[in-house]
């Protein structure tokens, strides 16, 4: 998994476990931001990246799921793991789970 890839990952991982983080117009936001996201998940992880910066509680949040998912990497990497499958990941669609994790995890507020 990319660091952009990871990057995505760790947002929509907030989005969904930190819901109370946002307020109603960090959802308005993000709902705007959903509706012109490019495919490129590099240009997505950056645009999410200049976003959440300016948030000091949500840029925490992302900071440390990002920490654990880049650890468990690691450990995958080290150790190797027979229960992962490198091939299942390249095949997300990370654009596509991002807007889903905004328009569910908003709504629910």
Same mark, same amino acid.
């Given at each position: 998994?990319?660091?952009?890839?990871?990057? #995505?990952?760790?947002? =929509?991982?907030?989005?969904?476990? +930190? &819901?109370?983080?946002?307020?109603?117009?960090?959802?308005? /936001? %993000?709902?705007?931001?959903a509706?012109?996201?490019?495919?490129?998940?590099?240009? #997505?992880?950056?645009? =999410?990246?200049?976003?959440?910066? +300016? &948030?000091?509680?949500?840029?925490?949040?992302?900071?440390? /799921? %990002?920490?654990?998912?880049?650890?468990?990497?690691?450990n995958?990497?080290?150790?190797?793991?027979?229960?992962?499958?490198?091939?299942?990941?390249?095949?997300i669609?990370?654009?596509?789970?991002?807007?889903?994790?905004?328009?569910?995890?908003?709504?629910?507020?």
């Amino acid at each position: 998994m990319s660091f952009h890839e990871q990057n #995505i990952a760790a947002f =929509i991982e907030v989005l969904k476990t +930190k &819901r109370s983080l946002f307020s109603p117009q960090d959802w308005a /936001i %993000l709902d705007k931001l959903a509706a012109s996201l490019p495919e490129d998940e590099e240009k #997505i992880s950056e645009i =999410i990246a200049t976003w959440y910066e +300016k &948030r000091p509680k949500i840029l925490d949040a992302q900071l440390d /799921i %990002l920490n654990t998912l880049l650890n468990n990497e690691l450990n995958v990497n080290r150790f190797g793991s027979t229960l992962t499958s490198g091939n299942a990941e390249a095949d997300i669609d990370y654009r596509a789970e991002l807007i889903n994790a905004i328009k569910t995890s908003g709504k629910s507020m």
